[in-house]
């Protein structure tokens, strides 16, 4: 084990937990396993930051290594904030406490660790590792789109091994991209609705949100006495409906064969529009039974129009350790910043 070179470390903060990461100057994670501590971020950004600091030390303690071997650190955390780490004046879902609107959150980082922070969102920060899983010293040279189906939708779109994040940090927020309803909705079947005001948009379909509100309310409708129907609640129904997929339920599979829809419908926008070298879906649909993720895979790929040129090298893959994929991601962020340096 090298014990001299220079190492980044990547920091993904979650809603509830912090998860952290060391990788080598050589591209060598040196964590194997999840080494989370509580996130703290419902109590503000003062409390937050430390309880980043006490991830970072605890990281550093675990794998034996001195802080001056560090030359930089990734930051990623979920949305929505600036291409720069800076949290919406809107604040969110994780970042309530009003401490947090307009907070420049990778720029604190930086001052309190006294290193620089290279900054990314969740989605982002895992699409870029499922990109340098798979391409390996390639990855500079490939391009790749990744949707993670979350309670929203998430990902990212990566070109040439970097991060499209746009002039405002809003490249790559897939869920809200429209894709064609035709021929996904059945007849009858009304249009989905999102969270972010759009009618019809991918994660109105493909998210854990667009089961709850809009595909359980339809299916329940044409499978009554169906068990899902007698749940406390849509909410609760909508986390209980990937087990019944996996046991080949059929209204499970109709609601996740139109998610794979979706999810094709989105990667066909994608594969005019960037021609990646690879498609990843990630999340729970696919963090699942082997028969069944191959069997949302398939239909994604199904649903993916390509030209035949681009269907002859294609691949289609799962985001590779979702619960660490965030950290890496942010760890290979900061080591592409190193070396760009
Ligand atoms: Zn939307």
Redesign the pocket.
Known sequence: MQTDGWVVVGLDNGGNKNNATVLDASGRFLVDELIESPSRVTEGPDVAIEALVLSFEDVLRRTGIARERIRGVGLDTPGPASAEGVVSARGSTNFAHPGWRNYDFRGALEKRLALPVVYNNDGNAAALYAHYQLFGPLAPQRASISAIIGT??GGGVIEKGQVIKGAAGFAG?L??VHIPMHGLLEPGQPLPH?????DG????VASLTGIEKNLLPYWLGRYPGHELAKAESLAKAAKLVRAYGENGDPMALAVFEQQAKAVGRLFTIAANFTDPDAYFVGGGVVEAERHFREWFLAKVRENTALKEEQARAVRFEVVPHLDMAGARGAAIAALERVHAR
């Open positions: 929203g939708l927020e869920g809200h999102c969270n972010c005001g759009f948009d991918a994660e109105s």
